[in-house]
C-alpha cells in the first residue's frame, strides 16, 4: 500500500476500498515501472489468472482466519 500511496498520491482510505485485482494491477505496473522483473506464480493455487488466482488466495485466507 505504501507504494503505491507514495506514488500516486492517493489517500489510504482510497487504496484499501479498491478491488484487489485492480491494486495486483497498478503493483505491477509499478515494479515494471521500476525495473523489477515480476512473474504471477501459480504455485499455491493452480489458478492460471489474475482474478483466479487472488479469489482462491482469499478463499484460502477466509478458511484460514475461521480456523484460528
Known sequence: ???IAAETGWPE???LFMPL??????QHCLFRRNS???HWSTN???ATNLKDQLQAL???WKQHSNQS
Open 1 to 3: 500500500m505504501f507504494s
Open 13 to 15: 482510505e482510497r487504496i
Open 21 to 26: 485485482s485492480r491494486l495486483a494491477q497498478y
Open 36 to 38: 523489477v522483473r515480476t
Open 44 to 46: 499455491l493455487t493452480g
Open 58 to 60: 482469499r478463499d484460502q
